[in-house]
């Protein structure tokens, strides 16, 4: 069965930020491939929602690795996978 996604507005708002910004320092290309690299991880987690690992700082919350410095969060209720945010691991703030 296929879940639902449901994106919330920290998610979006990082994801643009991120796009936007290797998309002026590495070029559209590197902006597009991050991109599907997002959309693979969503459509596994539409299929696949226990995937990802539990947080250690919030319950309920699980993360996924996108790319090697980037991790997404997101949590299940009932037939929905929340995305709730996008980090990036190698800032001092992040907590995974």
Known sequence: MEYQIVYKKPFT???????????????ARVAQEFYLK???VI????????????SR???G?????????????YRIDKKKVIILSLSDTRRKDFEG
Do not use: A, C
């Open 61 to 73: 919350v699980r993360g996924v690795s996108v790319t090697k410095h980037n991790r997404m969060f």
């Open 43 to 54: 459509e596994l987690l539409k299929l696949h929602p226990q995937i990802g690992m539990p």
């Open 13 to 27: 708002d990082r994801l643009e930020e991120v796009l936007d910004y290797l998309d002026e320092e590495w070029g």
């Open 57 to 59: 700082v919030v319950p």
């Open 38 to 40: 997002i959309t693979r």
